[in-house]
């Protein structure tokens, strides 16, 4: 963990090395974890983690699609904001209203 995360992240890359040949040790590790996630699943005390898994892992389909609404809404309102704060009368001389809601791009 150490090898691969923090000395990578905090200490080779901002010292401009390369750090290429190490992240290639991550896909390792994530092997490594498949694995063990392998090997638990045999255990009979982790059925209902299991479960609760598989669920979770059966309904990622609807949690992407709840998601891509939540975001389109979002994405609606936050024009609208943006056309209604900065676009009105009593904030047209404020800068910083301007700025951040002056228009959409």
């Known amino acids: ?10 200490v080779m890359a901002p010292a ?14 994530a092997l490594r974890l498949i694995r063990l996630a392998r090997a638990v699943r045999l255990i ?5 983690m299991w479960l609760l898994l598989r669920g979770l892992t059966d309904s990622l389909r609807t949690l992407f699609w709840t998601m891509v609404i939540i975001f389109c809404v979002l994405y ?10 900065g676009k009105h009368e009593s904030f047209q ?10 228009d959409l791009l």
């Open 1 to 10: 963990v150490f090898v691969t995360g923090v000395l990578t992240q905090w």
């Open 16 to 29: 401009q090395m390369d750090v290429e040949f190490l992240q290639m040790f991550t896909v390792l590790r």
């Open 44 to 48: 009979p005390s982790f059925k209902e």
């Open 76 to 85: 609606v309102f936050a024009i609208a904001a943006t056309e209604m704060i």
């Open 93 to 102: 001389e404020d800068e910083a209203v301007q700025l951040l809601f002056g």
